[in-house]
């Protein structure tokens, strides 16, 4: 019994050791907020936006959590590229320490997986088989690329055995929507609370803060489009309502002189005038 718990005990201890940890990144932001300050008089004028704030609220959720948008973090930050190391028992992933770094220079380009160990010679990259001078694009078999190395990082990993990966576009978007959880924090809030689950906490944080910053400036430039549809949309209101004016003042005066209808007030205009005349 004593040798079970003891074997037990060992072998929780290494689980822990080298099990991946999963950590879950959160932040919220502010959706819609301005919906809720729309000027009346505008709205009673022109009753084009009926949407109430939930269905905004999950159109805005769909903004966030859309293939568009996450395709264009995966590029922004070449999320389709994985570097790690090798230990003894399993591998490792990392972020931000790796001693060199791949750039894709059209990373919606690559169409299939490619892998291999890298090893740093002097100032340049061998990969699979082949030395790549740094800091120049190079035309490779997955695309046009260039190699860096991070100096300030060798000694880090100086022993370890390291390898990078790089996949396509679609597959990072797919791991993204699977890792990435949206919910408003009530049923009727506009604020949503973001999660994203990743065994790197620090690319973790980096991903919500620039899919936070993307998503900024793509819904500025959906309400300036807003905007200038609705300003399009008024003046061309505008030029329907003139010509209606305009035909109905037209028809007016027709009926009028069809009938042989006097405008009243014309006609005792000009005979106030006369009677001026004559007393002067």
Not at 6 to 30: C, E, M, P, S
Not at 224 to 233: A, G, H, I, Q
Request: net charge negative; with cysteine; hydrophobic share 35%.
């Amino acid at each position: 019994i004593i040798l079970a718990i003891i074997l037990g005990f060992l072998g929780g201890r290494i689980y822990l050791r080298y099990a991946t940890k999963i950590y879950a990144i959160k932040a919220r932001v502010i959706v819609n907020d301005d919906s809720q300050q729309k000027a009346p008089n505008l709205i009673d004028i022109v009753q084009f936006d009926t949407r109430n704030m939930s269905t905004e609220t999950e159109k805005q959720m769909e903004i966030l959590g859309s293939r568009d948008l996450l395709g264009k973090l995966a590029e922004k930050l070449q999320l389709n590229v994985n570097y790690g190391y090798k230990g003894y028992i399993k591998s490792f992933q990392d972020f931000k320490n790796m001693p060199f770094k791949l750039e894709l220079l059209e990373p919606d380009s690559i169409s299939d997986y490619v892998s291999g160990d890298v090893d740093i010679v002097k100032d340049k990259i061998r990969f699979k088989g082949v030395l790549y001078p740094c800091d120049s694009i190079i035309e490779s078999s997955f695309g046009r690329i260039r190699w860096h190395i991070n100096r300030e990082n060798i000694g880090k990993l100086s022993k370890a055995e390291l390898y990078v990966s790089v996949q396509p576009i679609a597959s990072t978007v797919n791991q993204l929507q699977s890792s990435l959880d949206i919910e408003p924090i009530s049923k009727q809030s506009s604020i949503l609370a973001l999660t994203y689950i990743d065994a790197l906490p620090d690319r973790g944080l980096s991903i919500l803060n620039n899919l936070l910053s993307l998503y900024g400036s793509t819904s500025v430039d959906y309400k300036s489009r807003m905007s200038e549809n609705t300003l399009s949309f008024l003046d061309e209101r505008l030029k329907v309502i003139s010509g209606d004016l305009g035909g109905v003042e037209k028809t007016l005066q027709n009926f009028k002189t069809s009938n042989d209808i006097v405008d009243l007030s014309g006609q005792g205009t000009m005979f106030l005038s006369q009677l001026q005349e004559t007393d002067s």
